[in-house]
């Protein structure tokens, strides 16, 4: 996996799937001897990210149709057959805790405020597999600034829309509702860190966290909230719904780590989705460069 540096961007960089293979065929056709732009193809609304890997992205209809999101069923198929009952319009985002301008903006508001652009991410989930998924959003830490967080504000607190009869799986009352997640704030204002509000460049489906949902990319999935309604700073850090159900299983930081398996799964390998054979999986999802100062100092046995 490499992430792109500026000057390695090119038109090819895509959201649409269908799309993103027929420029990549003309592209090859052309040998090099044209430039895309004006006059040539249409050119993407969204901006594109340095940030991007190369990895090719896992079908659009494999990343809508396989997912964790218990909060509408358990299951990989399920949430997207109740993903239907999610009404995502209005939405809004109450931000409060530990900041000098709590409040609370709709999703219009948010996205007026944030331009979005195109990440190319790999997602690792801790029960050995994985997708590479071309997100559209833009970076949490532009959304955090403007609430002020105080030198209080040490961890962010996410809470995903608690209504069991759009989210059905929350009738089941072996979890303590509403989903919890938590970052550390240093690991919130991580340049890495995306707010998603859609893939392939579409609207995100609800299947895959609509509205808005969470990106941390080297982190497992299960930290990437979806469904946001709530945004809290504070100062201890907070317990996720994994860590207050499953204690022994789940710990805080969930970095994709292959030294460190969960108890019913080992870390080593992955089977990325539509590959059959398994492939090693990375320190920290392939990001290590990026994000391994942010634990130099932490055993990561301990903290996982």
């Known amino acids: 996996?490499?992430?792109?540096?500026?000057?390695?961007?090119?038109?090819?960089?895509?959201?649409?799937?269908?799309?993103?293979q027929r420029r990549r065929d003309f592209l090859k056709t052309l040998g090099g001897m044209a430039l895309l732009g004006a006059g040539g193809l249409p050119l993407l609304a969204q901006a594109k990210s340095p940030f991007s890997i190369t990895d090719e992205p896992t079908p659009y209809e494999d990343i809508i149709s396989y997912n964790n999101f218990i909060e509408l069923a358990q299951g990989k198929t399920a949430p997207a057959k109740r993903a239907d009952k999610l009404r995502t319009s209005?939405?809004?985002v109450a931000v409060d805790g530990e900041c000098a301008k709590p409040g609370k903006l709709s999703l219009e508001d948010i996205l007026k405020q944030n331009p979005t652009e195109e990440r190319i991410y790999s997602l690792r989930c801790v029960e050995g597999w994985s997708m590479v998924i071309p997100w559209l959003g833009f970076p949490l830490a532009d959304l955090l600034k403007r609430f002020e967080p105080t030198s209080k504000a040490k961890f962010v607190r996410f809470e995903t829309l608690y209504d069991p009869e759009q989210m059905p799986g929350q009738k089941d009352r072996s979890y303590d509702w509403p989903y919890v997640e938590g970052l550390r704030i240093d690991e919130a204002m991580h340049p890495l860190t995306l707010m998603a509000t859609g893939l392939y460049g579409k609207n995100l489906p609800g299947q895959n966290g609509a509205p808005l949902r969470l990106v941390v990319p080297w982190k497992y999935g299960f930290k990437s909230a979806k469904s946001i309604v709530r945004i809290s700073f504070v100062e201890q850090m907070p317990?996720?719904?994994?860590?207050?159900?499953?204690?022994?299983?789940?710990g805080f930081y969930a970095n994709v780590n292959p030294e460190v398996s969960h108890p019913r799964w080992?870390?080593?390998?992955?089977?990325r989705i539509g590959e059959f054979r398994k492939r090693d999986t990375l320190m920290f999802n392939g990001y290590a460069d990026q994000v391994a100062s942010l634990y130099s100092s932490m055993d990561l046995r301990e903290n996982f």
């Open 1 to 20: 996996m490499l992430i792109k540096r500026p000057f390695d961007l090119t038109d090819n960089d895509v959201t649409d799937y269908a799309l993103y």
């Open 90 to 92: 209005p939405w809004s």
């Open 266 to 271: 080992s870390q080593r390998k992955e089977r």
């Open 239 to 250: 317990t996720s719904l994994w860590m207050a159900t499953v204690p022994d299983e789940y």
